[in-house]
């Protein structure tokens, strides 16, 4: 199972997203965006290796619109789990967030729920994994870091 990676409500499941930075395909997307009032540390969704940390300047655009996650500044991060499964999580700074911490560097083993950054105030955190992920979440539902499942594979 693939827990939330941060507290926050659901604002965008897409499918047919195409993903360059770590796919080079079509993916699924949940976009989950955490109000000032969420608490803003984020966790990892899946045990695993981190494969690849990159880091990209940008604008600070309000980070519940759906261009924030091609324009804002953010932080990609690709976790690989024992079975080839990918996630990338993308930390999204908000209009207001202007600060990204993450404290994985790549090659890390990370396990399931532990803490690996936070977005200071109101920012998103965007879940990229492949088409045939089965999704346990909707739009507009409250998820909290480390404990909603936010979806399976087969």
């Known amino acids: ?42 966790r990892i969704p899946i045990s695993g290796r981190v494969t690849q940390v990159h880091y990209q300047r940008g604008q600070f655009r309000a980070a519940f619109v759906p261009e924030a996650s091609s324009v804002n500044e953010q932080n990609a991060v690709l976790i690989e789990d024992r079975l080839g499964h990918k996630v990338l999580l ?12 993450c404290s994985l560097k790549g090659g890390e083993e990370v396990t399931q729920g532990e803490r690996y950054g936070m977005i200071a105030f109101g920012s998103r955190v965007d879940l990229y994994h492949s088409p045939e992920f089965i999704l346990r979440v909707q739009v507009g539902e409250q998820v909290r870091a480390g404990e909603t499942i936010v979806g399976e594979y087969p």
Do not use: Y
Not at 32 to 42: E, W, Y
Not at 90 to 101: D, E, K, P, S, T
């Open 1 to 42: 199972m693939i827990l939330s990676p941060a507290d926050g409500r659901v604002v965008a499941l897409e499918k047919g997203v195409w993903e360059e930075r770590s796919f080079s395909a079509p993916v699924s997307r949940v976009s989950i965006f955490m109000s000032p009032f969420d608490v803003h540390v984020n």
């Open 90 to 101: 993308v930390q999204v700074a908000g209009m207001v967030a202007r600060r990204i911490f």
